[in-house]
């Protein structure tokens, strides 16, 4: 009865898991000074907007999406969480690096992009970024 005893006893219940926090359930991280050359932002859980500049080697991320309305002159990352439905929003394209999900574009093709130094939007479709311009009244 031992061994029938061992076989029917019932295993501990499995813990519960933390389904992951919405992006938009804490609101966005606004910063509203210029990020200087060599800083690094990361707005976990949230998305990111950007009222200043981003320098030269500054790094710009968020699990949602990022939104950069001065120059964007450094790098930047929207989805770094695995959000393939975030996007970047740059007034000016002239970024170091562009990702979102893990899929980048670094500075040698982005400056050959039609929409260089433009406003444009950065998506993820079909695994490759997708830049498209936008109108900004």
């Not at 260089?116 to 490759?128: A, C, F, I, S, T």
Request: charged share 15%; aromatic share 4%; hydrophobic share 45%.
């Amino acid at each position: 009865t031992s061994e029938y005893m061992q076989m029917t006893q019932a295993e501990p219940a499995p813990q519960p898991v933390q389904a992951p926090t919405p992006v938009a359930a804490l609101g966005a991280q606004v910063v509203a000074t210029p990020v200087r050359s060599g800083q690094q932002v990361w707005a976990q859980a949230r998305d990111l907007v950007l009222l200043g500049q981003v320098s030269k080697s500054a790094e710009v991320m968020a699990d949602g999406n990022v939104f950069c309305y001065g120059p964007m002159n450094g790098r930047v990352a929207a989805g770094v969480s695995g959000n393939t439905d975030a996007c970047v929003i740059l007034t000016s394209l002239q970024a170091e690096l562009v990702a979102v999900a893990g899929v980048f574009m670094a500075l040698d093709d982005l400056s050959e992009h039609p929409c260089w130094g433009k406003p444009v939007q950065v998506r993820l479709v079909q695994d490759r970024l997708e830049i498209k311009p936008i109108r900004i009244a």
